[in-house]
């Protein structure tokens, strides 16, 4: 992409095996709302959400004059962390889980992520799941 990397940071994974293995997300109907569901059962995936939420709080309050911030992340983490960001919103609607290479913008207002819109590269490129 051409762009320096200014920090590496480990994070944890929202995969464990027996409750939500490798890419389950990959095979789920509505990844996004189960994500939801799952976040209110398990207390080590919500921290898992909130780890990412907050490093993500961090990079933005901390970014000069409103600068865009890009963080790259795996998934079974960045899923989770993106519903934990807007935890009232439909996710249903969300569509399917992010694949190689396709992004999320979310948007931060006073203090809060206020809205996400995806960026997937089949629509870039036509491609077909």
Avoid: K
Avoid at 21 to 30: E, I, R, S, V
């Amino acid at each position: 992409m051409g762009y320096a990397v200014d920090d590496t940071i480990d994070l944890p994974s929202g995969y464990l095996p027996g409750q939500i293995a490798h890419h389950d997300q990959w095979h789920w109907l509505q990844p996004y709302r189960r994500y939801a569901e799952l976040l209110a059962q398990l207390p080590w995936l919500a921290a898992v959400a909130d780890a990412h939420r907050e490093l993500w709080t961090r990079l933005v309050a901390a970014a000069p004059d409103r600068a865009a911030v890009l963080v790259i992340c795996h998934g079974g983490g960045i899923e989770p962390g993106l519903v934990t960001c807007l935890p009232h919103a439909d996710h249903a609607t969300w569509g399917p889980p992010l694949a190689h290479c396709d992004g999320a913008h979310l948007c931060f207002d006073r203090g809060n992520f206020v809205a996400l819109e995806f960026h997937r590269v089949q629509d870039v490129v036509g491609l077909t799941r």
